[in-house]
């Protein structure tokens, strides 16, 4: 059985994050893998270990930078690690389609006609939130898609999952081939042994390029930090602060 596993790298959210000409100043975070990858993978590499022949292979679409990301990838029990850039000339993905869409031209080019069985994705990313790559990539791929699911049991040609929705659990039935993401739940994921890191550090981090020529639906103009400021007014008595609340004035 052929296992695909879609992780991404983030900031730690250790980091101090500065900004600089409206971008995040990557020189002072620390890059780490998004923690539902960490889910969807070891969901990955359990899965491997119960079901004779398998192989799990990481896709990340990410600069050289996360090479660290795609090792520890290794070190968990990953038997490859690809790591997806664009043709030259070309940026970055910069929307969730565009990531899916290359996600899926690079899955489709190594696996060729026979796609593989099962693909796992964190169910967002820590970044940006945007939990959408998983069900693009499904529908791209032409699979059927559980979003978020906190259980996997295999029965036979099929899976078991389960998902928390508002009020209960949903149970669905999937049949392979599919995309799953996972949610935080789903399982503990393991701690790399010194053993385990220095063979992943043996091992090769492949490289593949994937053409990108279609146009963003989404366009990341500029980052900003926050501003936390509390404005704060003081009134007279309670009639003036009736006043105030009644008709919606602005307090400066």
Known sequence: MNIAVCVCSVPDTASVVGYLDGAIDSSRVNVVMNPYDEYALEEAVRFKERVEGSNVTVFSFAPDSAKEV???????????AVRVRCSEGELHPSDPFLTALGLSRTIS????????????CGKQ??????????????????????CGITSLHASGDFLRVEREIEGGIEAVDVTFPAVL??????????????????????????????????EPFVVLSGIEPLERKKICCFVPDEHELLRILSHGCNLL
């Open 181 to 214: 993401s996972a949610e935080k739940g789903l399982n503990e994921p393991r701690n790399t042994s010194i053993r385990a890191v220095m063979d992943a550090r043996k091992k090769t981090v492949e490289l593949l390029e994937v053409s990108l020529h279609e």
């Open 70 to 80: 795609l090792r520890k990838a290794l070190a968990m029990g990953a038997d490859r």
């Open 125 to 146: 990313s820590t970044d940006f939130q945007s939990a959408q790559v998983p069900s693009m990539l499904a529908e791209l791929l032409g699979m059927a898609s559980v």
């Open 109 to 120: 080019g190594f696996y060729g006609a026979l796609l593989p069985d099962l693909v796992f």
